[in-house]
């Protein structure tokens, strides 16, 4: 039975509703908007990521705390949940790079066990992870009791909607066109997604659309994506997704129900087929970009800077408590598919009608790349110069249905500030390799200078060929 206070059922979808949606779409749809609702503010988003947790859905924990965060970088209590979060998937490479973040604030002690003890991280590797009285206080919501709010409906058939989500957080300029030819309007958080309809990011600028089966779509700066197949069985708990990310930088994670249907992604040169997983890739110039940060990657003078496709699976990994699934993503180009079961892992397709490389994994400068592009940072750790003097507050913000304006110094798509952690590669967290995370973050204004990775960005080469299947 899913669930939703009167309170929350009172709030009204933002947008027209479509005639051709069902009314369970509809219904499934004001749910969808409550929980937004419900995650708006700091503490609230903390207990619904709570409660999600209760029911054993750390993706579903991590795709709110990922919301709020996008509109709010600020608040150090839901990065250091969202950290654990990612640890507890088994991505230790990007829950590290978030403690990364937060560190040089200071936790209290009881946080930074929790934080050394799900990360796999010592005092010894981190020094910069500052402990003591007077340090920042994080709530453990991991063993509260949320208590789940009453009355709802139940979606019983399978469901091939008109509209497939809603745009449940937005930062700066994003548009969506109703089909490809179609005038372009200025994106509003809890807008309806429909299927066909194309999102178009700016620069510094992020979306993220939440599907019916809780699904979530972040797209980074300079990205366009279109969503072409949406079908949903709640009472199967399956559903199935399909989109196309033309340019820029996109993260997935699958929705509960999700994890057992056929969903994929396709770019110019490849088509990525998803099972119960946590993906990102790059199209384009930023596949480039981020190619050049992965040491040994041959970015050779046959790379389209139009086509190229970066692709790396983040996880749930093996060791993903709560009885997550591990993900496996399938590669497919000019006819060969290669298979990914490892987080970390990546594979690169360099033009249209080239086959996918072989696996590599994927380097803490390139993951930097993408943390550049995907996620946000502090401005406790960024130059005041790069902070927007017009940010407002999560309060103001919350129940507008107007978009967020919050510019953290993350999504600039310029993935620059990764090249000082090339040498890290996520299987280890030695005093290195957090140095080389610091590093990248430094060199991207993203947090006070300190030492960098040993490895430089791999250079372009014109002559020689791309890297070998």
Do not use: H
């Amino acid at each position: 039975m899913l669930l939703i206070s009167g309170q929350l059922a009172a709030q009204t979808v933002e947008g027209a509703a479509d005639p051709q949606d069902a009314p369970e779409v509809q219904a499934e749809l004001l749910l969808l908007d409550a929980e937004i609702v419900e995650s708006s503010t700091e503490g609230t988003a903390l207990q619904l990521a709570a409660k999600q947790i209760e029911s054993k859905d750390l993706s579903g924990a991590a795709t709110t705390l990922e919301r709020y965060l996008i509109t709010d970088p600020e608040s150090l209590v839901v990065r250091v949940e969202y950290a654990i979060i990612l640890c507890r998937l088994d991505d230790l490479q990007a829950g590290r790079f978030e403690v990364a973040k937060i560190a040089e604030n200071g936790l209290d002690q009881p946080t930074a066990n929790r934080v050394q003890a799900e990360c796999q991280i010592t005092a010894s590797d981190m020094p910069a992870l500052k402990t003591g009285e007077g340090r920042v206080p994080m709530r453990n919501f991991r063993n509260r009791n949320i208590a789940i709010l009453v009355s709802g409906t139940m979606i019983t058939s399978p469901l091939t909607a008109q509209t497939v989500g809603m745009n449940s957080a937005v930062r700066n300029n994003v548009e969506l066109q109703q089909t490809a030819t179609g005038a372009a309007q200025k994106a509003r958080i809890r807008q309806p997604v429909k299927m066909r309809n194309v999102v178009t990011t700016a620069a510094a600028s992020t979306l993220q659309i939440t599907l019916l089966d809780r699904s979530s779509l972040t797209v980074g700066p300079n990205a366009r994506l279109t969503v072409n197949r949406f079908v949903y069985d709640p009472k199967a708990k399956s559903s199935s997704v399909g989109t196309t990310l033309v340019k820029g930088t996109l993260r997935f994670l699958s929705g509960k129900s999700a994890r057992g249907g056929r969903n994929s992604i396709n770019t110019p040169a490849a088509s990525i087929g998803i099972r119960g997983t946590m993906v990102e890739l790059a199209v384009g110039e930023d596949a480039v970009t981020i190619g050049k940060l992965q040491p040994g990657l041959v970015m050779g003078g046959k790379v389209d800077p139009q086509t190229a496709s970066l692709i790396v699976l983040r996880g749930p990994g093996p060791k993903a408590q709560l009885g997550e699934e591990s993900g496996i993503i399938d590669v497919t180009a000019a006819g060969k598919t290669v298979t990914i079961t490892q987080p970390g892992m990546a594979v690169f397709v360099p033009f249209l009608g080239a086959a996918p490389s072989a696996p590599f994994q994927l380097s803490n400068g390139a993951y930097g790349g993408f943390d550049n592009m995907l996620r946000t940072t502090p401005s406790a750790s960024a130059p005041a110069s790069q902070q927007s003097s017009s940010q407002q507050s999560p309060s103001q913000n919350a129940n507008s249905g107007n978009t967020a304006t919050s510019t953290s110094t993350a999504g600039s798509g310029s993935g620059a500030g990764a090249a000082g952690a090339a040498a890290g590669t996520g299987a280890g967290i030695g005093s290195g390799a957090v140095a080389g995370i610091l590093g990248a973050l430094a060199a991207g204004g993203l947090v006070a200078a300190t030492s960098t990775g040993s490895d430089d960005p791999v250079e372009v080469e014109e002559e020689d060929p791309p890297v070998s299947p």
